[in-house]
């Protein structure tokens, strides 16, 4: 089969590869569809230490079951349409016993830690797969899992009806996580330095946009997400917070990145900083927002392409000139 490989940091290609084999207790996806994420470009950057190389990366991404392990318990079976959590948590570590998994000292994900889904086919845990109800696209199933992590940082922000909150970015998760903040009562403001990107935000819910915290009416805001990952952006979210305001490190930064944030200020105004990483307890959640049309996922797929043009869609991801490019590794029709 046919599967993009990452031999080293930098180097990629399109690549004839093994049949995945289902062990006893996973299952082979044919898949559908699968998102190109900015964790895949710190992996094909080398900037995400837990990928080893060389490495199938996607992570995001739903598809039909092919093959089904002799010990699968769970009645999937081959034939069945599957949105797929690509968290692999080892249940037996302090953190897993503490019930956050997402911080396993023994982490892993589909497509980050071992091969994933910018494949044709990809053999899984059967436990990792949900249903995928009849009436949502391989396209959508496979924005899940973006879905479950902007659910699981709503939750660890914290969210009370009728606060200002500032999203730092426009792109994919800036979006998904506009539109949970304003469910959630929320009046949110959105920056992103491409001017493009905002007209969306405004349709999400955006009760103001601007390219610039500068540029904003207001600049007291209860409390701030970053989605970029970019130390600049993070210190302007931070130095848009009110006294008592909470800021999230949502985006995925460069592993030696650093900020400058004032000690002072944290003891000072009591600013809250928290992290979210991943998806924990979320995907379920996030499954059934989808389902129902809680979150509006239309807009966000703006590029449809194949294995063979996975660098091009890379490149457009790099360049902001899309919302959420997808790969579609086989031929035909997908639903």
């Not at 019930?99 to 994933?116: K, Q, S």
């Not at 130095?239 to 008592?244: A, I, N, Y």
């Amino acid at each position: 089969m046919r599967a993009v490989v990452i031999s080293k940091p930098g180097s990629l290609s399109v690549e004839d590869v093994p049949e995945p084999v289902p062990g006893p207790g996973d299952v082979v996806v044919d898949v559908g569809a699968c998102g190109i994420c900015g964790t895949d470009l710190h992996i094909v950057d080398g900037e995400f230490p837990p990928s080893p190389y060389p490495l199938v990366p996607g992570h995001e991404f739903a598809g039909t079951v092919s093959a089904v392990g002799d010990a699968v318990t769970t009645g999937i079976a081959v034939g069945d349409r599957v949105a797929v959590d690509p968290s692999l948590f080892c249940g037996h570590c302090r953190q897993c016993r503490r019930g956050r998994g997402n911080l396993c000292e023994n982490w892993g994900a589909t497509g980050d830690t071992v091969d994933g889904a910018f494949a044709e086919r990809v053999a899984v845990p059967a436990a990792t797969c949900y249903p995928l109800a009849a009436h949502l696209s391989f396209a959508e199933g496979a924005l899940v899992e973006p879905v479950s992590c902007a659910v699981h940082g709503v939750r660890r922000l914290g969210v009370d009806v009728g606060e200002r909150i500032l999203v730092v970015g426009a792109g994919t998760m800036g979006l998904i996580m506009l539109q949970l903040l304003v469910a959630a009562g929320a009046r949110v403001s959105v920056v992103d330095r491409v001017a493009g990107k905002l007209p969306m935000a405004e349709r999400l819910g955006a009760a103001e946009v601007a390219t610039s915290v500068d540029d904003l009416p207001r600049r007291a805001f209860d409390a701030a997400v970053d989605v970029t990952g970019a130390p600049p952006a993070i210190e302007d979210a931070f130095r848009s917070l009110d006294r008592g305001g909470r800021i999230e490190i949502f985006g995925v930064a460069a592993e030696d990145a650093m900020v400058r944030l004032s000690p002072f200020r944290i003891y000072n105004d009591e600013i809250t900083v928290v992290g979210s990483m991943a998806v924990l307890h979320s995907y379920g959640a996030a499954l059934d927002l989808v389902a129902e049309r809680q979150v509006d996922l239309a807009p966000l797929v703006s590029h449809t392409l194949g294995l063979e043009d996975f660098e091009h869609a890379l490149d457009l991801v790099r360049t902001g000139q899309t919302v959420k490019a997808q790969i579609v590794p086989a031929e035909g029709e997908h639903r």
